[in-house]
Each structure stands twice: as structure tokens, then as C-alpha cells.
């Protein structure tokens, strides 16, 4: 997904859509947790971004568009679920979000799932030994299809970022959905080492970013239709050469969208600046591998 945003209002009166007490209780206490969990990180700056390109702050924003209308003739939401093979099993995902051609798309690209996140799912799970012990962070995460399946697939640590402070909500109570804490079931992920956290891109923004993570760089960096406009091309591939691992890290980005006509061409020639060399696996479409520059 583009480093996206979200419905600024996807939780109001959420317990009035439930039909009975016990339920509007369930969602009410994982409300409260999910709200707790966002308190947790460092703070955060309010910010969203349309599918036009990056948001203009002097915009006039209508907020009373950003209210569900639950009792219309069209539901908005949309659940997406995706097998993940793990090994020798496979593991079920659902991830809540919003319909394509929703307004809440309109407002924000992050709160629906691209084709170029389930293409990186799928890329990572016959790849999966990029990723086994490995310090993963994914940028414009959106609702955290492929941050969740790296978790799964054995990473030591994932980190998934997105700019927009609302798209953050959205993706959290999707990771606490689906990498609940459990015992006894076989189930031996450690699932506190999955986080979510707002990143802006761009060296300042990254850098500080490094300075709050305790100076630790990444393994992988992972992003899926990231790019949509050629003004945020250069902040992201500095925000990736601020945060990849020297020398052996890799930034694994997928396409499916050619915003704009937007051309591989033009973001290999610019990562090449940066010392990021590109490979195009021909055998998976859609997908670019780019490491560091061996001197």
C-alpha cells in the first residue's frame, strides 16, 4: 500500500453496532487495549495523506466526512483473509479494513489492501530465509498484511511504520487481532516482538527515527505500492538508506500500481544515488530487491 491514511473516525459509537451486551463489552475492553497499546509509543504527529500525493496542511478538510454511515444501504468495511503457508501449516489472517472504491479510500490509501501487498506476502513466504531471525520494518505498512506474515514466517523483530497517524489505528488492532499472546495451542511466536509505529519519511525524520530505536539498523526493509507520486520517491529511498543494515541489507519493494506512469527506471536510477543497487527477479513479478553497493 502508498504510506497511507485512515478514517479519522472508524471507532465512533463502535459499541452501538453490536446487538448485544456481552459483545458491545468484548469491544469496548479491546478498544480500550488497542488505545492503550497506541499510548505506548513515542508520540505522534497528526497527519494523513490522500491518494493525490502527499497532504497539503492547508487544506480544509471536512471531519464530519469521515463518519460511517452504518445504517446506509452500502457498508464501507471490507474484510480481507489470506492463507499464510508456515512451514508445513497454514495460518489464517483477517484484516479489517475498507472497500476499493469506499470514500474512506478516497481520504486515504491506507485503510484498503493493494494487490502489491498480497504479491510481497506471497514473495516472502517461498523467500521465507530472508527473513528468518532477521530485524524486519516495513514502510507504509498500511493494514500489515506483509508485516504480520513476516512475523509468522520467523523474523526476530518487526517494526511496521506508516506516516499516517490514523492508518497506525487501523493496523494495530489488526496485529492485535491476529497476533494474539497464546499458550498452549502449540503456538511458540513471541508475538511481543512485533510493534507499530509512525514513521514520516525523509533523512530528518529517519534519523530521528534511529535515535528513538536505540541506533539499530535493518535487515530488511520491506514496502508494497509505496510509491504513487515522484515527490515522495527520494524521501523514502533516503528514509531506507538511512535504516538498511551495512552492507548485507536488502529493501525488498513490490509493484503493482505504476502511479503515474511512474517507471522502475526512474526510482532504480535514484536508489543508485543513494548506493542501492536493484535486481528485478524475473521470476516474480512486480518485485525489486535493492542492496548496498559492494566498494
Request: hydrophobic share 35%.
Amino acid at each position: 500500500t502508498p504510506p497511507s491514511p485512515h478514517p479519522s473516525h472508524c471507532h465512533h459509537n463502535i459499541i452501538s453496532t453490536y446487538p448485544n451486551r456481552l459483545s458491545a463489552l468484548l469491544c469496548h475492553t479491546i478498544f480500550y487495549a488497542v488505545n492503550f497499546y497506541i499510548s505506548m509509543d513515542q508520540q505522534e504527529t497528526e497527519w494523513t495523506e490522500a491518494p493525490d500525493g502527499w497532504g497539503d496542511d492547508d487544506a480544509v478538510k471536512d471531519e464530519s466526512s469521515g463518519y460511517l454511515d452504518l445504517f446506509g444501504n452500502s457498508d464501507p468495511r471490507e474484510h480481507f483473509i489470506y492463507k499464510i503457508k508456515v512451514g508445513n501449516d497454514t495460518k489464517s489472517m483477517l484484516l479489517h479494513g475498507f472497500k476499493l472504491d469506499s470514500n474512506e479510500t478516497d481520504r486515504s490509501t491506507g485503510v484498503t489492501l493493494w494487490q502489491a501487498a498480497p504479491r510481497l506476502s506471497e514473495y516472502l513466504q517461498a523467500h521465507s530465509d530472508l527473513l528468518l531471525q532477521k530485524r524486519v520494518l516495513e514502510v507504509g505498512a498500511g493494514l500489515g498484511l506483509c508485516g504480520i506474515t513476516s512475523l509468522w514466517l520467523g523474523a526476530e523483530e518487526v517494526t511496521m511504520t506508516d506516516g499516517d497517524s490514523h492508518v497506525l489505528k487501523q493496523m494495530r488492532e489488526n496485529v492485535s487481532s491476529n497476533c494474539k499472546s497464546t499458550r498452549g495451542d502449540g503456538d511458540d511466536i513471541d508475538h511481543s516482538k512485533i510493534t507499530c509505529r509512525q514513521l514520516l519519511w525523509g533523512t530528518v525524520h529517519a534519523q530521528n527515527f534511529f535515535e528513538s530505536n536505540g541506533q539499530q539498523h535493518y535487515d530488511v526493509i520491506l514496502g508494497a505500492d509505496v510509491i504513487y507520486t515522484e515527490s515522495s520517491i527520494e524521501p523514502l529511498l533516503d528514509t531506507v538508506a538511512c535504516l538498511l543494515q551495512k552492507p548485507d541489507g536488502i529493501f525488498v519493494l513490490s509493484r503493482h500500481n505504476k502511479w503515474f506512469s511512474i517507471e522502475n527506471d526512474m526510482i532504480i536510477k535514484l536508489a543508485k544515488k543513494r548506493h542501492l543497487n536493484c535486481t528485478v527477479d524475473a521470476e516474480s513479478e512486480g518485485i525489486l530487491t535493492f542492496h548496498w553497493d559492494v566498494v
